[in-house]
């Protein structure tokens, strides 16, 4: 079909939504949402992006699933649909339908840019722009911060959200087309913006506004859109739908803001790559208040409809929605379902296949029927067994001989073209190799070239080796989870990036060669806590066989209370042992579990101890703690007293950490 006739039919699409909106008004509170993500720019100059429509129709399943908006209430703008008279006429539309105590969210995910200030408003000279689609087309000026805030002025509500995952900096991405950068360079057709009646903003001032805004970086930073789990996102929306996915109903904006911190810094680990810090603008009270107002009773998780298709096999429609690709692990709950329990489901899919936007899933686990209506709720991402990486050096029987020795030792790397997703860049200046990360902007490692390519190969292999296993380690996620164990170091702020140094014999012991974690659960839990260090060795650090018999038994953490593991550093510390650090240096990635139970603890440390030697079994365990999403045979003590189910599940995180000579 004609990009005209995507025009057309977008734009009737668009009509319907908004007079929809118009039919709410006066109706009560509403909650109301406008969603705009722009991957295909009509403008040549400008590059197409490939996350920003998984964006909004990710935040879309989420706001209608689990946070109470009518389908009816959430006017979608994307690609050809999202032009600038389109986009500013549904944010007019939305501010005349707006009601005071109705709920307002507004995302935007696309390129952002800037353009010279014209009445002396910004300390850095240049307002800053998102794109619509049809952005810089002849006479098709940016819409700028000038235009948006002029416009969310109006609004008469007292709880409006706005999220904008784009770049607004003026720095110029050094990527590998692993990650793209949201932004362009800045609109120099100033005389388009000098006829757009003025820019200046109206009288009332945004310290006054009761608006929230988050955006996906700081002024000097770039927004990222990147590959999460085999399909393409911004990596600041899809830590904010971690966020909102992980925290209660009716969380404050100031928690979800640092939940969304902290789902970054997670994602971050898993792509061996350094995201911008996420920012967070409103007044003090604002950002104190619900996101999305008061919960609504049925405010759960975000699922997906379910439609059995044959005594194993279930479609999943709009899987893609929510990333659900092949390989990840769903539960499957009743139509009615709202708490999605752990331990409660009806079965377990994983997803075989996709059909459109829809997913194919294959029942694992469970045997009951799945009713019509059934809902499906994310359990696990996909294990992936092969390692991407690009190698950029002159062609040649050097480069040959490199590539075949690291596929002789790591059957499971992929060599990868340019411009294809990579996890690593293997780049060779003339002098070293460097390994840099997925965005292509940090080192990872550097090995000189005069150490000879048997050296330079085993240093290499090391190194994928860890990754690799550490990727397995990390898939070991538990989406389904109801609480969140936190893990820090002592003495150590949470923006600075954990490096220790090798503990030399006879040194003593300090926090700079031995280890000491803080791990915090809001339940009683018991702990697991395993690591993959630099040469790809799995390790079971917690419980182990030198712990006194006093010092936290069975790994069981009380509700609410810090514990240090191990207690001290000194001799004859309440602990029994030490986590000291020796060669070789590099990167050791940790891994904390907290599981409800104790049988489901003593089943993740069997299966690490087994991985210890082959890590084949890490596959192995993500399937057997699958299979206790499911409901099965309770045993049931003979009383009259009522006794609970018993409570399931488990949560786990992570933290990266440098080890230097």
């Known amino acids: 079909m004609s ?154 509500n007292d709880s409006t959200l706005l999220v904008f995952d784009s770049c607004h900096s003026g720095t110029i991405t050094r990527g590998t087309g692993n990650l793209l950068a949201r932004f362009v360079p800045p609109d120099e057709r100033l005389e388009l913006y000098r006829t757009r009646g003025g820019t200046t903003r109206d009288v009332v001032t945004a310290e006054r506004l009761p608006h929230v805004v988050m955006a996906g970086a700081p002024a000097d930073e770039e927004a990222l859109d990147g590959p999460v789990n085999e399909s393409w996102y911004g990596l600041f929306t899809w830590a904010l739908a971690q966020a909102l996915e992980s925290l209660p109903a009716g969380s404050p904006a100031s928690v979800v803001h640092a939940a969304t911190q902290r789902e970054l810094d997670q994602l971050a680990r898993k792509l061996y790559m350094r995201p911008p810090p996420p920012q967070l603008e409103g007044p003090a009270e604002a950002l104190q208040r619900p996101v999305f107002g008061a919960p609504v009773p049925t405010a759960g998780r975000t699922w997906l409809p379910v439609v059995a298709e044959g005594d ?176 820090r170091i002592p003495d150590l702020a949470a923006s600075e990036l954990p490096a220790f140094r090798m503990r030399q014999p006879d040194a003593p012991r300090t926090r700079e060669n031995s280890l000491v974690l803080e791990v915090a659960s809001p339940i009683d839990a018991y702990l697991t806590i395993v690591s993959v260090d630099t040469e790809g060795r799995l390790n079971l650090l917690f419980p182990n066989d030198h712990q006194r018999p006093g010092f936290l038994p069975d790994g069981l953490v009380r509700a609410g209370q810090p514990e240090r593991i191990p207690d001290a550093l000194a001799p004859g510390n309440a602990a029994g042992f030490y986590w000291d650090y020796g060669p070789p240096a590099g990167r050791d990635t940790i891994r904390v579990f907290a599981a409800r139970d104790l049988e489901t603890a003593r089943v993740i440390r069997g299966f690490v101890s087994q991985a210890a030697g082959d890590a084949s079994q890490l596959p192995a365990l993500r399937d057997s703690l699958a299979s206790r999403a499911v409901r099965g045979i309770q045993l049931v003590a003979d009383t009259a007293a009522p006794q609970p189910a018993p409570a399931l599940g488990w949560a786990a995180t992570s933290i990266v950490i440098e080890i230097r000579p």
């Open 312 to 487: 194993r096999l279930l479609r999943m429609v709009g899987g893609l929605d929510l990333n659900a690709q092949p390989g990840s692990q769903w539960a499957i709950y009743a139509a009615d379902a709202e708490r999605f329990e752990f331990g409660r489901a009806l079965a377990v899919g994983i997803v075989e296949g996709l059909d459109g936007r829809d997913a194919l899933l294959r029942r694992q686990f469970g045997s009951q029927p799945v009713p019509a209506g059934a809902r499906a709720v994310a359990l696990a991402p996909p294990v992936t067994g092969d390692l991407a990486v690009r190698i950029e050096s002159p062609p040649g029987a050097r480069l040959d001989t490199m590539i075949s020795e690291l596929r002789r030792g790591l059957p499971a790397l992929q060599v990868v073209a340019a411009g294809e997703p990579a996890r690593f860049v293997i780049r060779f200046d003339g002098a070293s190799w460097r390994v840099l990360d997925l965005g292509g902007l940090h080192e990872v490692l550097s090995v000189s070239d005069t150490t000879g390519t048997g050296a330079v190969v085993e240093t290499l292999l090391r190194t994928l080796t860890s990754a690799l296993r550490a990727t397995a380690l990390l898939a070991l996620d538990n989406a389904a989870a109801d609480f969140a164990v936190e893990v």
């Open 3 to 156: 990009r005209g006739c995507d025009g057309l039919r977008a734009g009737l699409a668009l009509a319907a939504a908004l007079l929809a909106w118009h039919a709410t008004a006066g109706a009560g509170p509403v909650r109301r949402a406008l969603l705009v993500g722009v991957n295909d720019y009509a403008a040549a100059r400008v590059p197409d992006l490939r996350g920003a429509v998984n964006d909004v129709r990710m935040m879309q399943r989420i706001l209608s699933s689990r946070f109470g908006f009518a389908e009816r209430d959430i006017v979608l703008l994307t690609d050809a649909a999202a032009t600038r008279g389109a986009v500013l006429a549904a944010i007019d539309q939305l501010v005349r339908a707006t009601q005071p105590g109705d709920i307002v969210y507004f995302h935007y995910s696309g390129h952002g840019s800037q353009v010279r200030d014209l009445n002396g408003e910004e300390d850095d000279g240049l307002d800053e722009t998102i794109l619509p689609r049809d952005a810089r087309l002849p006479g098709v000026p940016d819409i700028t911060d000038d235009e948006l805030d002029r416009r969310f002025a109006r609004l008469r």
